[in-house]
Structure formats: C-alpha cells, structure tokens
C-alpha cells in the first residue's frame, strides 16, 4: 500500500520569504499523480499543484512550485514570496494512475504560519 | 457556476440519533467521495462511489452508511453506531478527462457536533 509522510507538522515563514514543505511517498508504481492541497481557515480544500510522475518537468503554478524527485520518492513544495493568505494546512497527497477503484492517499499534513 | 454543494454547514445531533449530511455535485463527475477530518488530523476516506448504484467502503465506514441513486448526490449518514461522530465532513468528486485525472474537487464541508 502506499504511504505519504510529510515530516514537518509546523513550519513558519516571513511575508515575502521563500519557504519549502517537504513530501516523501512510498510506492512501486511507475505512473501515478501527485498533488498539493491547501486547507485555509475556512477548511475549504483547495488545489495548489499537480504533477503527473511520468512528466520530468517540475509542475509550477504562479508563486507555488514543486520539486519532483522521481528516483528518491520525494515531492516538495516552495512558496515563492510569501504572504498572509499561504497561511493553511497543506497537505500532499499521492493517487495510483490506475483508473479502477483508486483513491487519494493524503498525507498527515503541514500548518504554515506566515509571519508580518 | 459548477460545484459541490455540502449542507447543512453546522450540524447538531443528539446522542442516539441518525442524521443525514447533503452532499450535491453539478460537474457531472463520475465519482464521489465522503472523509471525515478530525482536528488537527488529516483526512480520512469514509465511502466513496464510481458510478451511479454502487460504493464501497472506505477506511472508516463503520458506523456510516451512504446511498447513490443519483450521479450528482451522494449523501451520507451518521448513524447512532458511530461512537465518536463529532468532526468536520467533506465531500469530494472527481472524473476523468482524456483518461487522465485532475484531482478532485471539494465542498466546503459539514461540521458535525454531538451534543
């Protein structure tokens, strides 16, 4: 089965500053998809990025970027000049490309601060 | 605008009692999904469903039941055998396009309060 570990429960950033959340998975599947997902106060869960494992290139949305490792099972995020409003739980999540009876596989979670 | 619509966005059930939770998608996405968040946890799959008359339980459906009669609803509920019902719920949705998958797609949940 696979596994998503995000080893950092808290981390906290100046506004405007570069911050990166970290995202490890384990699986022996070749082809399957990654995300980023945002959860602000409101709890509304919210998609920052996605990354499909068999495209080398590093997704980017805006401010928000990922650093795709495929060999080392790694998937971290960088927010780019940060600001109030990146304040949220983020969580990572892994689903298999196979289409049949496939579900997310969420990590447990980051909370980013976001200091003025 | 497309969406998922989750209601009622507070919720108060009395011990022993089976409440309902509305979960309403008009993306016409093919599948449906329930979680349970418990504070400061991540998420937890309840149910979720493929296709229209069929679901199939998740990590934690006991204590839950779910029905979909129609593609865009999939409600959930609560049952008296859930124990420890008191979290917040979302519902999600997702599909398929060019056999690809996009993510899915939330409602903006239901918190779920035992009193």
């Known amino acids: 089965a696979q596994t998503v570990t995000q080893s950092q429960p808290e981390m906290s950033v100046q506004e405007a500053e570069t911050v990166t959340l970290s995202c490890t998975y384990d699986t022996s599947e070749s082809d399957y998809y990654l995300f980023w997902y945002k959860q602000p106060p409101s709890r509304q869960m919210i998609l920052v990025i996605r990354q499909e494992a068999y495209k080398q290139q590093n997704a980017t949305e805006n401010r928000f970027s990922v650093n795709f490792q495929k060999a080392a099972k790694s998937f971290s995020l960088k927010i780019s000049d940060s600001q109030l409003g990146d304040a949220a739980m983020y969580f990572c999540?892994?689903?298999?490309?196979?289409?049949?009876?496939?579900?997310?596989?969420f990590g447990p979670g980051t909370r980013l601060s976001v200091l003025p | 605008d497309g969406g998922i619509t989750q209601s009622p966005k507070y919720l108060f059930r009395k011990e022993g009692q089976n409440v309902t939770l509305s979960c309403e998608q008009n993306l016409n996405h093919d599948a449906m999904y329930w979680y349970r968040q418990d504070p400061g946890q991540g998420l937890r799959l309840i149910y979720y469903?493929?296709?229209?008359?069929?679901?199939q339980k998740g990590d934690i459906a006991e204590g839950y039941s779910v029905s979909r009669e129609k593609k865009e609803s999939f409600p959930l509920t609560v049952t008296s055998a859930q124990k420890n019902p008191t979290a917040f719920y979302l519902c999600?949705?997702?599909?398929?396009?060019?056999?690809?998958?996009?993510?899915?797609?939330f409602g903006s949940g239901t918190r779920l309060t035992v009193v």
């Open positions: 469903s493929q296709i229209v008359n069929d679901f």
């Open positions: 999540a892994y689903r298999s490309a196979d289409n049949y009876g496939q579900n997310f596989v």
């Open positions: 999600a949705s997702s599909t398929l396009t060019g056999g690809r998958f996009y993510g899915y797609t």
